[in-house]
């Protein structure tokens, strides 16, 4: 668990995100490591993930393509047969 990510995230999130985008980001550092700040959530539909979050089906991948066009989440590997897309949350500058 990213302690200090989820700290940095909620304490400092970029004022172009919405609340549903600083709550998803949040929830990529829970499931993101301190040191790499990279994570490989579980994604699939139904998800633990998303069922916390809250978000629609029909809204996930939206919510997910604006942290990565904001450039505050970054695929650092995709998702292949039988592995998960690997996330990375750069350093963030805050408001």
């Known amino acids: 668990m990213g302690e ?9 999130p970029p004022a172009t995100l919405t609340d549903r985008e600083t709550l998803a ?5 829970v499931a993101a490591d301190d040191m ?3 994570c490989a959530p579980d ?5 633990q993930f998303f069922q916390w979050l809250r978000i629609p089906a029909g809204h ?3 919510v997910i393509q ?4 904001k ?3 970054e695929v650092v590997r995709d998702a292949g047969p039988y592995s998960a897309a690997v996330y990375r949350i750069p350093p963030l500058t805050g408001p």
């Open 36 to 38: 790499t700040r990279t």
């Open 43 to 47: 994604l699939s539909p139904g998800s």
């Open 25 to 29: 980001l949040a929830a990529f550092a």
């Open 4 to 12: 200090q990510l989820i700290a940095e995230t909620l304490s400092r």
């Open 71 to 73: 450039k505050v989440l």
């Open 60 to 62: 996930q991948q939206e």
């Open 66 to 69: 604006a942290l990565i066009d």
